[in-house]
């Protein structure tokens, strides 16, 4: 037999399409041609290869040979198909069993020496060859990943001599197992002092999945706070959580197979750009919005990012995914997030302040708000200005702030009555669910419609100031929205009045 079929997988986003390798030897000069959109890295595996089987004391066929990765049009990078070229090269020269290539997929990279080293991306494979029904074989660095696909089997191995053992039927390649999970306490909001206001609304945004923005003068706890909500957010589901580790599996940057269930927590620096947030490259990778993924984002310093990175933020906060598009191919990536966002009230950061050191005008005031534009606050469901406080309340040995798992008590709670009457978290509610879920008295209509008229509020606003008043009545325990939810509900939209964001 002079052609062999092996199963593999490429990287597409957060997708692992199947890929066939073919590989055919004939007559002729001795040559090695790589062909299906290969970049170079795939080309340079014919080298990387032919030292693999040789260091293995196999025989490298002296012939034509041709290696196709099928289907032709979808681009292939990196090392993850040399395992699988491989095992087609030995097995159309018949020194492996070719029946024994149809129930697996391979991915790996090969050494010189016949080592395998790990690949980026295997927990999206490992889902794949799992509905497929085949078992995926990887090296033995990307074990504790694959065995995070439950339902799929998963092999690993070290060498390529290894593979060729398990294929001859001479020894079984051990399951992938995964690592014990670390469940390290996170920060707790019990170290958070005084600012009741805060606390208050980071507990609503925690409980509705709601956006949160925090204005206040520099050292009064935003950053402090804003590092809590993880702790008060519910445990990830497992498809949840799966979600999340496919996104840093093809990342680049690894993934933690200890921490997987963990929500995530990104806070990039100002410095960086529409791309980073976003995602992209020539192979397009995931951006911090999508890292974020179930998890929070925080934005520090809101002001000092730069316009246009901070405007693409607008769609992923409607729809919760990123399309990345290039020249050759785009990609979509999952970015359902929570933002939280900090920012001084002013350039010098104490306008308001009691002490009255602030000396910016009230132009520089207003230009300095007005770098967040209208439409990007207007998704954001609470603003919340924090005052800075007396030294009496931030002794070290004053009394304690109420813990995180107290706080996250209520929060588990306010979820499980979303979910059991809608589905979904209030922050998600449509327009036909408001409409269904969110019913007022005609009395607290007529004060939404002064708020909104008062305040200069867009349609979208008075629907979070609704969704908002829900997840209140929620943590109260209530199936109506009452009068007092509601006015809490507005007076966390004070900071998108017309008149803060004039140019």
Known sequence: MNLAL????????????AVRVEVHLAG????????????????????????AIVCAQYEFPARAITVNLAPADLPKDGGRFDLAIALGILAASGQVPL??????????????????RAVDGVLPAALAAGRDGRRLIVPAGNGAEAALAGRAEAR???????VCAMLDGRRALPRAEAVEAVREPGP?????????????????????????????????????????????????????????????????????????????F???????????????????????????????????????????ALEVLREPLESGVVTVSRAAR????????????????????????????????????????????????DRIDLHVEMPRLPPSELRPDGP??????????????????????????????????????????????????????????????MHRILRVARTIADLAGSDAIATAHLAEAISYRQLDRGERHAA
């Open 99 to 116: 029946d024994a290539l149809a129930d697996c997929e391979f991915l790996g990279e090969l050494a010189l020496t016949g080592e395998l």
């Open 188 to 264: 707790d909001l019990a170290d958070v002092r005084g600012q009741a206001h805060a606390r208050r609304a980071l507990e609503i945004a925690a409980a509705g999945e709601h956006h949160l923005l925090l204005v206040g003068p520099p050292g009064c706890g935003k950053t402090l706070l804003a590092s809590r909500l993880p702790g008060l957010l519910p445990e990830a589901s497992e498809d949840e959580a799966l979600e999340a580790a496919a996104i840093a599996s093809v990342s680049g940057r690894g993934l933690d197979a200890a921490r997987w269930r963990e929500r995530p």
């Open 28 to 51: 002729g000069l001795p040559r090695m041609s790589i062909v299906g959109l290969p970049e170079a890295a795939v080309r340079e595996a014919k080298d990387r290869v032919r030292a």
């Open 400 to 461: 304690p702030g109420e813990s995180s798992a107290a706080v996250r008590e209520r929060v588990v709670d306010a979820r499980t009555r979303q979910h059991a009457r809608s589905g979904m978290t209030n922050a998600r509610l449509t327009p036909t669910a408001l409409a269904t879920h969110c019913r007022l008295t005609d009395g607290d209509r007529a004060l939404l419609e002064r708020a909104v008229d008062a305040l200069h509020l867009s349609a979208r606003s």
């Open 330 to 377: 785009s990609c979509e990536f999952p970015a359902r997030f929570q933002l939280v966002g900090a920012m001084n009230p002013c350039p010098c950061g104490w306008a308001g302040d009691p002490s009255g050191r602030c000396r910016c005008s009230p132009d520089a005031v207003r230009r300095y708000r007005a770098k967040i534009s209208g439409p990007l606050l």
């Open 6 to 17: 092996v199963h593999s997988r490429a990287r597409a986003g957060v997708h692992a399409p």
């Open 156 to 162: 690993t191995a070290r060498t390529l001599l290894e």
């Open 266 to 308: 990104r806070a990039p620096h100002h410095t960086a750009s529409a791309v980073a947030l976003v995602g992209g490259g020539a192979q397009p990778r995931p951006g911090e919005i999508s890292l974020a993924h179930r998890g929070v984002l925080f934005l520090d310093e809101l002001p000092e990012w730069q316009r246009h």
